[in-house]
């Protein structure tokens, strides 16, 4: 009985150990990990703001000379309430996704001629990517 006791108590006590040593290595590795994760946030919300931040917004309702684009990701083009489309990109007839937003970014006329994104010319392909990064984490999606 003694022998089983010790047992088990040895057996209870690695467990705890174990435990311990998990939330401590956690505690010590997630400044790492947040302070890792940090720039790269911070190079999508710069990219919006070079970019996008002058006739755009990502907050609901706040519609510029651009549309806001909070939930885009998602979302008809050219069907948020409030807004004065372009007729071409109100007949675009697609739904905005990671693929179609970056190409946009990219090479606007491509993708919906006749928009009202005159004389935007387009920007890289990276900081396309970075900017549809920041509208999913900022805005998130339908």
């Known amino acids: ?6 047992a088990r108590l040895q057996r209870s006590s690695s467990a705890w150990l174990r435990a311990i040593s998990t939330v401590a290595l956690a505690l010590l590795l997630s400044p790492l990990l947040s302070f890792a994760q940090q720039p790269a946030s911070d190079e999508a919300q710069q990219a919006f703001n070079n970019s996008c931040r002058t ?3 990502v907050k609901e309702g706040d519609n510029r000379l651009g549309p806001n684009l909070n939930k885009i990701v998602g979302r008809k083009a050219g069907s ?12 675009a007839g697609f ?10 970014m990219v090479k606007p006329d491509e993708v919906v001629s006749g928009h009202k994104m005159q004389p935007y010319g387009g920007i890289s ?6 900017v549809v990064a920041y509208l999913q984490a900022a ?4």
């Open 139 to 142: 805005g998130g999606s339908q």
């Open 1 to 6: 009985m003694e022998a089983q006791m010790r």
């Open 55 to 57: 006739c755009h917004s």
């Open 125 to 130: 392909a990276e900081e396309a990517a970075k």
């Open 80 to 91: 948020l309430p409030n807004y004065n489309y372009s007729s071409s990109m109100k007949e």
């Open 95 to 104: 739904v905005w996704d990671q693929d179609k937003l970056t190409r946009f």
